[in-house]
């Protein structure tokens, strides 16, 4: 029996996955992004035809390219029967069962947990009489080591949403061989999450059975588990749902209009957000004094999605047009297409103005400075990741809330550091743009207690 052929299509900025599973001639796509040119890059390289598309659920992280891709293709468009959406789809319910072609069916499995109707899909080859489940697509159900989180659709649904997962999860060990690779669509960053995925990038459903605390704790120990430990997610994501029901278009990746020094001031000027999207070490060397950086190197679509206001009006600088290009692809997934205008070259071709610097630094700096002068410390990173350990002395106020708490900073110099550099980049910029005093650490956290600072530990 020949298994079917799975491409993984990574969008790493969300944090997520695509699929396409196919036989050799005729393929299927499972949870397909708004640029949906990838997917069709994809098929063509592999030889392939879509011929159907699958949704595992209502997605709250990123506006879907279902609808798009299989008005493109032809295919069958599959969205669960009890999800009320406003464009024509082939409704799909528990139990239920696709013939893909003679050797490969996909099968329906509802697995509530992240949302009510979420589904996940068994991806079958058919030999005669034997069938043989290979993989099994899991949307926001059993991811690796966790699963997807309860609250999305409200708090006061995210009990009852999380024992629906643990009995989902333990489900799909009972309909699937261990041996059934595990393919999930959130895990890798995703804001989707309950727990840490760690750095996993494969697994089956024997390994989860092993490792995943869903399958290897008791229910409410571990419901009671997932609920404490629920953090804050983006902003954005109130609109995903309703934009996915509402069945949304492909990207449009039509390059904005040329912003030049005149546009980019009257930007600024007018109180919009000007984003740089460079390094932030790029960033720091030289910038247009007001703009903001969110590289492309992160997840910038995410924070970007979070922190500035839904609808709002962007201009894109970069290095490069394809810099820009990348910039504008990655919003268009969260639906911020309102990009209206945008700028490549350097620094020096944006404004006429001095340019911005950015002072970068480590932690054994921070040590240093604060035996010679008092320092306001800034720690942006979640509450959780603060109440885990966290710099003596260190104000938290996590990056989404900064703007809005900007005035709870202390006055004069402020040292930002998050877990790594980029975020605490981000942060800097938008208090450097308020004329604060501000230097940037960009170093790990891990670092801090070996360059001599005094780390504040949980009870």
């Known amino acids: 029996m020949n ?33 949906i040119d990838r997917v069709l890059h994809l098929a063509r390289d592999e030889g392939v035809r879509i011929t159907h598309v699958f949704e595992t659920h209502i997605h709250n992280d990123y506006v879907t390219g279902g609808l798009a891709l299989a008005k493109e293709t032809g295919a069958g468009y599959y969205v669960n029967a009890d999800d009320e959406v406003s464009f024509e789809r082939t409704p799909i319910r528990d139990g239920e069962v696709v013939k893909v072609s003679p050797g490969m069916r996909v099968r329906a499995i509802h697995t509530p947990g ?3 109707t979420h589904l996940s899909y068994a991806l079958e080859s058919v030999d005669g009489d034997e069938i043989d489940a290979v993989a099994v697509f899991t949307g926001g159900s059993l991811l690796y080591g ?19 997962q643990f009995a989902s999860a333990h489900r799909l060990t009972r309909e699937l061989p261990d041996s059934a690779d595990v393919l999930p669509t959130h895990g890798f960053g995703s804001f989707c999450s309950a727990g840490s995925t760690g750095d996993t990038t494969e697994s089956t459903i024997g390994k989860e ?95 970007l999605g979070w922190i500035v206001p839904w609808g709002s009006s962007l201009t894109l600088l970069g290095e490069s047009p394809e810099q820009v290009e990348e910039g504008q692809r990655e919003l268009s997934l969260i639906g911020f297409d309102e990009v209206r205008a945008a700028a490549s070259g350097s620094p020096a071709d944006w404004t006429d103005q001095p340019l911005g610097r950015l002072e970068r630094a480590v932690f054994g700096d921070l040590a240093q400075v604060r035996h010679h002068r008092p320092v306001t410390v800034l720690d942006v990173r979640q509450s959780g990741e603060y109440e885990g350990g ?28 998050c877990a790594g550099g980029y975020r605490a980049s981000i942060a800097a910029s938008i208090l ?28």
């Open 3 to 35: 298994a079917p052929v799975i491409r993984t299509i990574e969008t790493a900025s969300l944090g997520d996955r695509s699929y396409l599973a196919h036989d050799g001639e005729v393929a299927v796509v499972v949870d397909p992004q708004r640029d």
């Open 114 to 116: 992240h949302t009510f």
């Open 146 to 164: 966790a699963t997807g989180r309860p609250d999305l659709l409200g708090a006061e649904h995210a009990e009852e949403l999380a024992h629906h």
């Open 209 to 303: 059975q092993e490792h995943n605390p869903v399958l290897t704790d008791e229910e409410d120990a571990w419901v009671q588990s997932v609920l404490d430990g629920l953090g804050a997610y983006p902003a954005y994501y109130a609109h995903m749902g309703p934009s996915n029901s509402a069945g949304p278009d492909a990207a449009d990746l039509t390059p904005p209009k040329l912003a030049d020094r005149e546009t980019i001031a009257a930007a600024l000027k007018a109180g919009e957000w000007v984003i740089d999207l460079r390094t932030r070490t790029a960033y720091a060397a030289g910038h247009v004094q007001g703009s903001v950086n969110f590289g492309v190197d992160g997840q910038m679509s995410t924070y």
């Open 390 to 417: 966290h710099i003596e002395g260190a104000v938290n106020v996590p990056l989404h809330e900064i703007v809005a708490r900007a005035d709870e900073v202390p006055a004069g110099e402020v040292w930002v550091h």
């Open 432 to 459: 450097a743009a308020q004329g604060r005093s501000v230097v940037a650490v960009d170093d790990s956290f891990d670092e801090a207690k070996a360059a001599g600072l005094s780390i504040t530990s949980p009870a």
